[in-house]
Every structure is written in C-alpha cells, then in structure tokens.
C-alpha cells in the first residue's frame, strides 16, 4: 500500500503543477486515502478470517524478527525527566484554568521522576507510589516520599490528595476495578483521576517485550514461552514486562462507566496505532483467535481525566 501511494505521488508530481499540488497536500482527507484503503482491506481480511490457533514456527519467528529489527540503546536519565515534564504539562493543559493541585500522588511511580520534576520544577506537593522501591538519588535530593504499597489497597486517608495520577503503569495493575476505585478513594471532592497508559495488551506491542522480541503483535504469532527460549538461544538482553491485567479495551470501557456515580469524565481519548497491519492482514486466522474485535488490534493507549463528584 505504501509503495503504490508512493507511485501515484511520482506520477503526480510528473503531471500536474506544483501550484494546484500545493492545494491538493493542504486537503487532510486525500493524504488519508492510502491509510483508509490499508485499515479497510485488513478489516475485510480480519473479519472473514476463521480463527487459527496454531501459532507461528521458530523460523518465521526469526524471519520476522530480522524484518522488525530496531535496536535499542536504553534510556537515560535526561529522557526520563523530559518525559515526566511532558506528562505533567499534559495533565495541567487538562485542568480547568487555576486548577494546578497543590498535592499530587503518583501511583505506579518506578524511578519517581514525575512526582520530583511535579515538586521542583511546578512547586506540586508530590507523593510516588509503587509495588517496589527502585534506588534513585534525584528522590532524596528532592526529598520526595516514596510509599511501598499496592495500588489496589493504599493506606492513605480518604480524600487525602488533589490530584492522583497514573503514567504507563495502569495496563500493568491486576485489579483495575479496586485500583481505580482506590485511586478515587485517596481524592478530594471536586480533585481529579488522570490515567494515561499503554500499550494495552492486546495493541502491536501490547507484550511489552519490544525491546528484546522487535516483532509487532507477537502476543498473537508466537507461544510465549517461544519467545523467551529465542531470547535465551539467541542470547538477547532481556527485558522483562512487568505483569499484566490482559484486559481489553471494552473491559476498560465498562470500568470507566462503573465510576460514573463518582466521578465525571473530562477527557477522553483512545490513540490509535495503524503502523504494522500488514501483519493482521499476512495472519489473520491468529488474531482472531484472540480477539474478535478489530478495534483491539488498533487501540494502543488510553488517557481519561475523571473529576471526583
């Protein structure tokens, strides 16, 4: 689909004018053919599929993993703290006008490196969070408290924080339903509930072993325990997902509307993710022994902003 959307644009530009090419670039809709016909196709291959439950061989595993190769390199210090800085830019862009919480927990924090750029850099009271304490001195130097509990049983007072929050950790929690009922427990009456998380299970790199296993959807392709024995043989650094809650987005959905009588959603948005359709259109007898819901293929992240009634 790529290549022939790159013909048309070479045969384009040959014959027609750069001046009525310009107009023709401004209209979204005409750069959207080529994606529109890409989801479309996979959609018709995925829904008149019958469900497979053999998965892929060792060799094609192999074949697809030079295919997808992308190295990685780590992620160093300075990238986390301009991520936790985005973040926290993003929440307060979301926050009605004069709204900045004046206390902040973080749940599922790691490092901590939101809740100390929250204090230092926009004066945020902040607390961190998480199942397990990871050594990091910038906590210490911001004097930041960091609370070893679970999400889904905290030990905090009613109505104790202005705003709770939850970055990229909220897939990984294995009872969502008491997690986010915690997490509206802990917060003031009129404070609010910001999630953002993914990639949700059951999205390209939904396994979160992208940094080992470089294959999209491989959840689907491959028995897990393949997976981890290529690793092993091949000997890859292994990265290791925390656990999962497997849920898909309708569960997500349904969870949100169970809040209602406590809460008000704000904001609401589901990112979509079309890079590696090729793969559902190649094998989609696999994907649709997992999931019957194509949107589950293309739903990578989800945030929602709750207020607290």
Known sequence: MAKLWAMIKTILKKTVPAHVLNIIWKFDIILKIPLFCNIAVTYCYFVFSRKKQQRLSWQELDRLQKRYYTPFNGIDV?????????????????????????????TGAGHGFLSIIANREFNINSTATDL???????????????????VSKMSFDDSTFDCVVSFNAF????????????????TKSGGFVYLYFGPVYYAALGLHLYKSIHVPYSQYLFDYD????YIEKNKITKYMPASFNYWKL?????????CLSQVDITY?????????????RAYPGLFKSKTNKFSDLTSTSIEILFKKK
Do not use: C
């Open 250 to 258: 309708e569960q997500y959905e349904q969870l949100w509307r169970s």
């Open 268 to 280: 609401k948005r589901v990112t979509k993710d079309y890079r590696y359709l090729e793969l559902v």
């Open 226 to 229: 393949m997976l981890m024995e």
């Open 78 to 106: 300075e990238y986390r703290k301009t991520t936790a800085r985005n973040q926290i830019k993003r929440l307060l862009s979301l926050l009605p006008e004069g709204k900045k919480p004046d206390s902040l927990l973080e």
């Open 171 to 186: 897939e990984h929690f294995e009872q969502p339903e008491t997690a986010i009922k915690e997490m509206i427990r802990i």
């Open 132 to 150: 397990n304490f990871k050594e990091n001195p910038e906590l210490e130097k911001a004097q930041i408290p960091f609370e070893v509990m679970n």
